[in-house]
């Protein structure tokens, strides 16, 4: 099964979200946060940290794992999954390349009733990081 290191960056009881592009292969135009497959010889918190510089261009100063889960569904959705709460981080995050589309600051009201979240898992973790 597939691991991936997500980042969720934290700012004033807000949570960074980006939209998946249209073009991708699972979730398209769903909104998530940034990260990425963990690769070889990596561990969960350097694949965070590399996908958040390659995806938003920001370097993550300081973290904590909050959470790992596994999301079931079609085969080719099925991953094993570390959320990270990032609070300090140095850049400001920007679109780099076309994984997403946009980046939108969200409220812990707002995730919940956004409906378009991938994994789905995500929304009640979310919106309690959105909260601290």
């Known amino acids: 099964m597939p691991e991936i290191a997500m980042g969720a960056l934290v700012q004033k009881d807000t949570v960074l979200l980006a939209r998946r592009g249209s073009k991708r292969k699972l979730y398209p135009n769903c909104w998530s946060l940034p990260g990425g497959h963990i690769e070889d010889g990596e561990d969960a918190e350097t694949a965070m940290c590399r996908e958040l510089f390659e995806e938003i ?6 973290w904590q794992l909050v959470e790992r889960f596994e999301a079931e569904g079609v085969p080719e959705a099925s991953a094993t999954f570390y959320l990270y709460l990032v609070d300090d981080w140095h850049g400001s995050p920007h679109l780099i390349d076309d994984e997403h589309t946009e980046l939108k600051w ?26 601290r």
């Open 106 to 131: 969200y409220t812990a009201a707002a995730i919940g009733r956004e409906a378009d979240l991938a994994p789905p898992q995500l929304r009640e973790m979310l919106a309690n990081l959105a909260m």
């Open 57 to 62: 261009g920001v370097t993550a100063v300081r």
